[in-house]
């Protein structure tokens, strides 16, 4: 990894527009077009069907899922654990970040940008 890579990585960044009515699959497609990652969406301890919407979820789930509408900025200088802390803190649903082909998890402490560069 170059320090060149972690320099651009603060400048690059996604805007993702998330509301209530918006499918988990439509989420997750803005997010592999950002960072060409899986972001995967949990009901509990179950993956949520992408069919879903966050409201739909919300009745689902035990946690309250955020209802009003957020606006997110995340960048690929961004550890993927302070990334899941932000869907968290902000939606009230867990998700987890996994790797361009969806199989394999990528660990908290890298960034966003070390996942697509696949540096772990």
């Keep these: 990894m170059g320090l060149l890579d972690k320099f ?3 400048f690059d960044k996604g805007e993702f527009g ?3 009515n918006k499918k988990l699959k439509s989420i997750s497609s803005d997010f592999k077009k950002a ?3 899986t972001l995967v969406f949990y009901k509990g301890n179950k993956i949520a069907e992408g069919t879903l919407t966050l409201a739909a979820l919300d009745s689902r789930t035990t946690k309250k ?3 009003a509408d957020v606006n997110v900025k995340v960048k690929a200088s961004m550890k993927v654990g302070e990334v899941e802390k932000l869907f968290d803190e902000n939606f009230g649903v867990k ?3 996994k790797d361009k082909s ?3 998890l990528v660990p908290d402490k890298i960034s966003l ?3 697509r560069r ?3």
């Design 8 to 10: 651009k990585d603060h």
């Design 18 to 20: 998330v509301a209530r």
């Design 35 to 37: 960072f060409d990652l």
């Design 65 to 67: 899922v955020v209802s």
């Design 95 to 97: 998700v987890q970040i």
């Design 102 to 104: 969806g199989k394999k």
């Design 113 to 115: 940008g070390e996942a």
């Design 118 to 120: 696949e540096e772990y």
